[in-house]
């Protein structure tokens, strides 16, 4: 099993910054991507950014420019830099490992972080 533990979230003011971190633990292997993911009420769960093995990042259209992804390999650890926050960036932010298991892949999420823009 993997263990994912989000930390960094948190109340800002809007134009703020907050910079999230994802520590993956466990049996970890031969991971293809990790990323991160957020959910507002009543919407459904949609990709911010994710970053692969290979450091290839994508990004969501509404965070481009905004919102950086970076990942320590040998940390195992994944990061959101978040800058000039928005009130529509509200939402919990989940982290997601995906990973190949006896060349079957599987993914894994956190538990998820608040992230709350408001003045």
């Known amino acids: 099993q993997v263990q994912l533990v989000e930390s960094g979230g948190g109340l800002v003011q809007p134009g703020g910054s907050l910079r999230l971190s994802c520590a993956a633990s466990?049996?970890?292997?031969?991971?293809?991507?990790m990323g991160w993911y957020r959910q507002a009420p009543g919407k459904q769960r949609e990709l911010v950014a994710a970053i692969t093995d290979g450091s290839s990042t994508n990004y969501a259209d509404s965070v481009k420019g905004r919102f950086t992804i970076s990942r320590d390999g040998a940390k195992n650890t994944v990061y959101l830099q978040m800058n000039s926050l928005k009130p529509e960036d509200t939402a919990v932010y989940y982290c997601?490992?995906?990973?190949?298991?006896?060349?079957?892949?599987?993914?894994?999420w956190g538990r998820g972080t608040q992230v709350t823009v408001s003045s």
């Open positions: 997601k490992l995906d990973q190949l298991i006896v060349g079957l892949p599987y993914s894994f």
């Open positions: 466990g049996s970890i292997g031969s991971v293809n991507a």
